[in-house]
């Protein structure tokens, strides 16, 4: 029909543009004819094709990114918690991206947020912290599959911003500071009680002292209020 037409319309083809189209540089175009796709063209440079019934549609094939909007999810332990991410992708296969699919990037964005609230409500705040590396990866390949239907390849996703919702920060912050501070006594204990430790069995083995039992915990109880205090000690002496 697109033949008949056109030969039907020869004296109007100047007035029509004769069929002509221009690819660009990394663009792929479908072009269409009474909605029958008839060729795919990626060289750059201005074609020609048949004009009556022709449709025109072109993707770029550049790599692209994309920056999923902040979200609320909640984290494996419940926590609420504001997340975004950045998309790095490509199309591979324009002839899917033309037309499997209505609006490639509505697409491609609804799907990675779908992905990107999955994996984040899988794992706790201080993994997603610690662990941004597998986090990442796992994104990428639950992604990937999701958009072989569009042409699309995935470069990378990876998490942007991470924090808590606004109304449990202020907790999380001072749970995580509680956390700190026990951590920071643990290891002045255990350090405190090897040196006391270390103290008694210095002064045996160089037999400078005798000591019974009572004397050591004297001395331990000493050296560990020394050491784990807060303040500077204060000496003092016995008058007895």
Known sequence: MSYALTAACLPLLPLMGCGFYTVDARTESAILHMGVLT???SEPGVHCTIPCGQEIRTVSVKQNAMELPMAKVADANGNPVNVSAILNYRVVDAKKALLNIEDSQKFINMNAQAVLKQIVSSYTYDQLKGDH??????MRQMLQPLLITAGVEIGSMSLNDLAYAPEVA?????????????????LIVEGAVRIAQDA?????????????????VKIVTNLLTVTCSDSDATPTVSLS
Do not use: F, P, Y
């Open 39 to 41: 060729s795919m063209q």
């Open 133 to 138: 590396d597998m986090v990442n990866g796992q």
């Open 170 to 186: 202020a907790a999380m912050l001072k749970r995580q500071q509680a956390k700190a501070l026990v951590d920071a006594r643990t």
């Open 200 to 216: 008694i069995i210095k002064l045996e083995e160089e037999g400078t002292v005798q000591m019974d039992d009572d004397q050591k």
